[in-house]
């Protein structure tokens, strides 16, 4: 590897990925990316191979001259990140994808670990969504076990009344059914972990959705005590050497009467992480280059309190954006499109009620855009 200027190959050339093509410039680090959409966001900061990225031929390309390979998405084919193992680091590895891509794997390695989960059975016919609702209850959630993000892929069973339903809009291929968790609010841990197997996280963040779409992310999270931040740390850095991973891994979790159960987890740098760009000492993205290259993780001690705001379907006005002290508007180059995340906000103060403050103006600026 060279030690001046390092190449890293990504898989996924969306925002992430823009993102951390951003934080390596001032290290000296060079990205490349393989993504399907021409033009992705990513092709802003570094090279843009452009091809599905299971496929050989791109996968080789992308690789050609690399030190190392990550990747910005868990939809990244295993199978894929498994192929180039032999020819190239892969970090985090191939594990971690095929374990985030089967909601029923996933929820069996939390269990297996000790980590809190709510009730969960598999699902594979009509008949056997019978037999997991003797098992799990009502009401639950019943989603498919691969695919589906922002709420999408699942469908909310209110009693057994709903099962035809919900097995019609979703049946015809596996499935998991999972209690419908009476949680206080949920928060995320983001934690990173090295070559060297040293593991850093960062404070837990509390998460706003709406339509199964994160909204807004505060951090260090309101009300967290020293015992619970010490439960998500312990939690992550369990997955983290279970995993043997290496990189910036987040867990979704839910607070349950003062506890934490694991919702799912993602092997990568997340959306509720992007509060460290300008909150953190070291942002995630940051971060997640310094664990895959082998280099000293950086602090995760964050600066003050910050909020992140994600931009749905389109930007905020910017001059307004810009007016609010301490905030930052990123915006991604999408195009608009209801639904779709085109950027996000950032805004960071020295206390909590000055941050909420300054959050409730942004907010009022594009109702039904910003949070």
């Given at each position: 590897?060279?030690?001046e ?9 969306g925002?992430?990925g823009?993102?951390?093509?951003l934080?390596g410039?001032?290290?000296?680090v060079?990205c490349?990316?393989?993504d399907?959409?021409p ?11 452009v091809g599905?990225l ?18 910005e998405?868990?939809g ?5 990140a498994?192929?180039?193992e032999p020819?190239v680091?892969?970090?985090p ?15 069996e390695t939390?269990a ?15 008949a056997?969504l019978d037999?997991a609702l003797d098992r799990?209850g ?11 993000y922002?709420?999408k892929?699942?469908?909310v069973?209110?009693?057994?009344a ?5 097995f019609a ?17 949920e ?10 197997g040293?593991v ?6 509390e998460?706003?959705?709406r339509?199964?779409?994160l ?5 260090p999270s ?7 931040q ?11 050497v279970?995993?043997?991973y290496v990189?910036v891994?987040?867990v979704?979790?839910f607070?349950c009467d003062?506890?934490?159960?694991a ?20 942002s995630q993205?940051?971060q ?7 280099w ?15 931009a749905?379907?389109?930007?905020p006005?910017r ?10 508007l ?8 209801p ?8 805004v960071v ?5 000055e ?13 039904g855009?910003?949070?």
């Open positions: 590897m060279s030690a200027s390092p190449v890293v190959a990504v898989l996924g050339g925002q992430l823009w993102m951390l093509g934080a410039i001032p290290l000296g060079r490349r990316f393989l399907p959409v033009g992705a966001p990513a092709s802003a900061v570094g090279p843009l191979v599905a299971g496929d050989e031929r791109a996968l080789a390309e992308v690789i050609d001259g690399a030190d190392l390979v990550t990747y998405w868990e990244v084919p295993a199978e894929a498994q192929s180039l020819r680091p892969v970090r590895g191939p594990r971690p994808l095929a374990v985030s891509q089967d909601r029923l794997t996933e929820k939390f297996r670990l000790g980590i809190g989960v709510p009730a969960f059975a598999a699902v594979d016919d009509r056997s037999a799990v009502a009401p639950a959630v019943l989603k498919t076990r691969r695919g589906g922002d709420g892929g699942q469908h069973l209110q009693s057994r709903d099962a035809d339903a919900a809009a979703l049946g015809g291929v596996p499935l998991i059914l999972e209690e419908l968790v009476p949680f206080t609010r928060v995320s841990v983001l934690a990173a972990r090295g070559i060297d040293e850093r996280a960062f404070p837990l963040v998460n706003v959705h339509d199964g779409i909204r807004v992310s505060r951090a309101p009300a967290v005590d020293e015992t619970m010490a439960a998500g740390e312990a939690l992550a850095q369990q997955l983290l279970d995993l043997d990189g891994l987040a979704e979790l607070e003062g506890s934490l159960r919702n799912e987890m993602a092997p990568r740098v997340h959306n509720s992480g992007h509060w460290t760009i300008e909150g953190a000492e070291t993205f940051e997640h280059l310094r664990a895959v290259l082998g000293p993780l950086g602090s995760t001690a964050p600066r003050g309190h910050a909020a992140m705001c994600n749905i379907g389109a930007l006005p001059d307004a954006v810009l007016a609010v002290p301490g905030a930052r990123h915006d991604y180059g999408k195009e608009p499109r639904g779709r995340k085109v950027g996000h906000v950032t103060a020295d206390t909590a009620h941050l909420e403050a300054r959050l409730a103006t942004l907010l009022e600026l594009a109702p855009t910003l949070g």
